[in-house]
């Protein structure tokens, strides 16, 4: 059963830096796609950064271009998002989720497992 577990959330001020983890098991297929998402209250949920395994496309969502990167260690099965100059619009729950079609576009991927979330609060 796949599993994915996320960490590195926490409180950060304006302009700081953070990086979260999302570590998966139980994967037995080749190619799939690991995207972050984020709520925040009252709030509809949305993408953030994808990332493919296929050929390591990714996707950034507008607001977060520039700031934030998305990367892979495919020997740990582990997916990083580096986020700087973050800003209190930041401030959300932020899952991972992991689906296929391996496309970075977030638009054509069936995301069919998610994790708990990681709690992001940027505020001074």
């Known amino acids: 059963q796949v599993q994915l577990v996320e960490s590195g959330g926490r409180l950060v001020q304006p302009g700081g830096s953070l990086r979260l983890s999302c570590a998966a098991s139980?994967?037995?297929?080749?190619?799939?796609?690991i995207g972050w998402f984020r709520q925040a209250p009252g709030l509809e949920r949305e993408v953030v950064s994808c990332?493919?395994?296929?050929?390591?496309?990714?996707y950034y969502a507008d607001s977060v271009k520039g700031r934030f990167t998305i990367s892979r260690d495919g020997a740990k099965d582990t997916v990083y998002l580096q986020m700087h100059s973050l800003e209190p619009e930041d401030t959300a729950v932020y899952y991972c989720?992991?689906?296929?079609?391996?496309?970075?576009?977030?638009?054509?991927?069936?995301?069919?497992?998610w994790g708990q979330g990681t709690q992001v609060t940027v505020s001074s």
């Open positions: 989720a992991l689906g296929g079609p391996p496309y970075s576009d977030p638009a054509w991927v069936k995301w069919d497992y």
């Open positions: 139980g994967v037995t297929f080749d190619y799939y796609t």
């Open positions: 990332i493919s395994n296929a050929d390591d496309s990714t």
